[in-house]
T-cell receptor, first 112, second 113 residues
Framework: AAGVIQSPRHLIKEKRETATLKCYPI?????VYWYQQGPGQDPQFLIS???????DKGSIPDRFSAQQFSDYHSELNMSSLELGDSALYFC???????????FGPGTRLTVT | AQSVTQLGSHVSVSEGALVLLRCNYS??????LFWYVQYPNQGLQLLLK??????LVKGINGFEAEFKKSETSFHLTKPSAHMSDAAEYFC???????????FGKGTLLTVNP
């Protein structure tokens, strides 16, 4: 079965640089979510899109932005990177009316 | 608003023993409840969910959980632990379809031979 695809899997950036993370949801899923998981932490919700419109926003820094495109893939853009941004970034998608969220393998971002 | 409390950041059991991971939730509306498992350096895999209906839900890999509204609990159990069950387990709550997940702090399960 198709799964959520995230790219890249690993990313190393320096402070103050910019990063773009990509997510390809499972076909026919109508909602995409982004989460951030710091070392030894639980995942924290960043932002979500329902049918390509932003539907909810969590503790996402103003330096971060995200969008969902016409083909349903989503991108998380992160600027002015800080050491504290080092984390696993997960994308998840959910099929209509189930509440289930299926997670991708994550992108491990390291900021040096 | 919603929140999740997982009692015990680390649970250790012997292979073949009962697994019991505790989860209590707080929600302003009838919750959707989930258990996810995370193996090292991997994504989160959905084990099981409760939305409505039968309060005892069965998931993958022999796990099950029971929704108890009066106790605001959703504990995860498995009758007999396998070595392959060693992982981090997260309980999560949401307000419904298309809503974000709020996770507990996680419980690391260790299975001893």
């Amino acid at each position: 079965a198709a799964g959520v695809i995230q790219s890249p899997r690993h990313l190393i950036k320096e402070k103050r640089e910019t990063a773009t993370l990509k997510c390809y949801p499972i076909p026919r899923h109508d909602t995409v979510y982004w989460y951030q998981q710091g070392p030894g932490q639980d995942p924290q919700f960043l932002i979500s899109f329902y049918e390509k419109m932003q539907s909810d926003k969590g503790s996402i820094p103003d330096r971060f932005s995200a969008q969902q495109f016409s083909d349903y893939h989503s991108e998380l853009n992160m600027s002015s990177l800080e050491l504290g941004d080092s984390a696993l970034y997960f994308c998840a998608s959910s099929p209509p009316r189930t509440g289930e969220q299926y997670f991708g393998p994550g992108t491990r971002l390291t900021v040096t | 608003a919603q929140s999740v409390t997982q009692l015990g950041s680390h649970v250790s059991v012997s292979e073949g023993a009962l697994v019991l991971l505790r989860c209590n939730y707080s929600s302003s509306v009838p919750p959707y409840l989930f258990w996810y498992v995370q193996y090292p350096n991997q994504g989160l895999q959905l084990l099981l969910k409760y939305t409505t209906g039968a309060t005892l839900v069965k998931g993958i890999n022999g796990f099950e959980a029971e929704f108890k509204k009066s106790e605001t609990s959703f504990h995860l159990t498995k009758p007999s632990a396998h070595m392959s069950d060693a992982a981090e387990y997260f309980c999560a709550v949401s307000l419904g379809s298309n809503y974000k997940l709020t996770f507990g702090k996680g419980t690391l399960l260790t299975v001893n031979p």
